[in-house]
């Protein structure tokens, strides 16, 4: 009884020092964004420079909160690769050789694909996205951005993007060592809808249904997907047996 309790302490000493450093290089990242957020704001303006839209705030606190809300998400989005390493680090104790080797060379590929997915986001399929958006509005409405609202559509718009990225990967690489079946993956389908829509529920509340469908959509497509792949790697493995 009192092992198991010591190794309840462990643990949470282990949880509470991974989430300190995952914690101290997030600030870190987004105190030195804070300071360069003024470069960084000039390229997110780029997909609508054509459209000659000026941004808006309808808050006094809206400016101080947005270049806060910017730094951040880039202080996390810079440190992922080291939160991903320290995620694997704390679940490290629970594997055998072969998993820890397995988990960890995967990280790089985790990390690649990642920000893959977020330059896919930007670059490629963000344009075209507010390209149809305003275009559509445009014809019976006067565009008016909040700044609040368009740096946080961009930001959740990628990030989602980059997890489209993982998603199919970090599910069969999971599968393929028995910490995740199809069953399990279908008995998540509604939490995993939830989460998507609570995202972006908190981000981009005000961007409509429309524009809330087409970012959740491919993710949800993506995920089922997996589900099928899962299913058919078991039954190989049923097969193989």
């Keep these: 009884m009192v092992t198991e309790e010591m190794s309840v302490v462990d643990h949470l000493h282990e949880l509470r020092k991974r ?3 995952i914690i101290a290089f997030v600030s870190v990242a987004a105190i030195i964004t804070y300071d360069k957020v003024y470069y960084l704001i000039k390229i997110l303006l780029v997909p609508i420079a054509k459209y000659n839209l000026e941004l808006v705030y309808f808050s006094l606190t809206e400016g101080f909160t947005t270049r806060m809300e910017i730094s951040l998400f880039i202080g996390v989005i810079v440190t992922s690769p080291v939160i991903l390493y320290q995620v694997a680090a704390f679940i490290n104790p629970g594997l055998t050789k072969k998993e820890k080797k397995f988990l960890y060379k995967n990280i790089f590929f985790v990390s690649i694909l990642f ?3 977020l330059i896919f986001g930007y670059t490629l399929t963000l344009p075209y996205t507010l390209s149809f958006l305003i275009s559509y509005g445009q014809g019976y409405m006067t565009p008016l951005l909040s700044g609040s609202t368009y740096f946080n559509f961009i930001g959740v718009f990628c990030f989602l993007t980059g997890i489209m990225f993982l998603i199919p990967y970090l599910i069969v690489l999971l599968s393929k060592i028995s910490l995740l079946s199809s069953s399990k993956l279908k008995k998540w389908r509604k939490y995993v809808i939830i989460f998507i829509l609570t995202l972006e529920g908190l981000f981009i509340s005000n961007a409509g ?14 995920y089922e997907i997996s589900i099928w792949i899962v299913y058919f790697i078991e039954k190989r493995k049923e097969i193989i047996k």
Excluded at 209 to 222: G, R
């Design 19 to 21: 989430l300190i450093i």
């Design 115 to 117: 920000f893959g997915g």
């Design 209 to 222: 249904l429309l524009t809330c469908t087409l970012i959740a959509a491919p993710i949800l497509l993506l």
